[in-house]
């Protein structure tokens, strides 16, 4: 029977020292990959600020060429409104000009008929009467 115990307890201890020699094995494997993830994620960390402080300066940089460009956009769109109300003014000179150029059209007719009738010889008694 004390055989029989000696190989059991032998076979624990062994079990347990397999067992605590796997958990220094497990442990230092965890240590490792708990090490490594933390430097990756300073990395990246440090990456992010990175591209943090590049993303502020390009908004910087937008503010900045807002800022700047807003007075010329706001006199373009004025120089577009007065320049629209150009052309219609434009448009209603035209139409001012095209009815004198009928009235004009008019009135020629009517000098070169008064012409026309001042030289018949029967109308020139009407008209010197």
């Given at each position: 029977m004390n055989d029989e115990i000696i190989k059991k307890s032998s076979s624990i201890l062994s079990d347990a020292v397999r067992l605590e020699a796997g958990s220094k094995e497990n442990s230092k494997i965890i240590n490792e990959l708990a090490e490594e993830i933390s430097g990756k994620f300073l990395e990246n960390n440090a990456e992010i600020m990175t591209n943090i402080e590049k993303?502020?300066?390009?908004?910087?940089?937008?503010?900045?060429?807002?800022?700047?460009?807003?007075?010329?956009?706001?006199?373009?769109?004025?120089?577009?409104?007065?320049?629209?109300?150009?052309?219609?003014?434009?448009?209603?000179?035209?139409?001012?000009?095209?009815?004198?150029?009928?009235?004009?059209?008019?009135?020629?007719?009517?000098?070169?008929?008064?012409?026309?009738?001042?030289?018949?010889?029967?109308?020139?008694?009407?008209?010197?009467?």
């Open positions: 993303l502020s300066e390009i908004v910087k940089d937008l503010e900045t060429f807002r800022d700047d460009f807003l007075p010329f956009f706001k006199k373009m769109e004025k120089f577009a409104s007065e320049f629209n109300q150009l052309v219609e003014n434009l448009r209603y000179i035209s139409d001012i000009t095209n009815s004198i150029e009928e009235v004009a059209k008019f009135t020629n007719l009517l000098a070169l008929n008064a012409t026309i009738e001042l030289k018949e010889p029967k109308n020139m008694e009407k008209v010197l009467l």
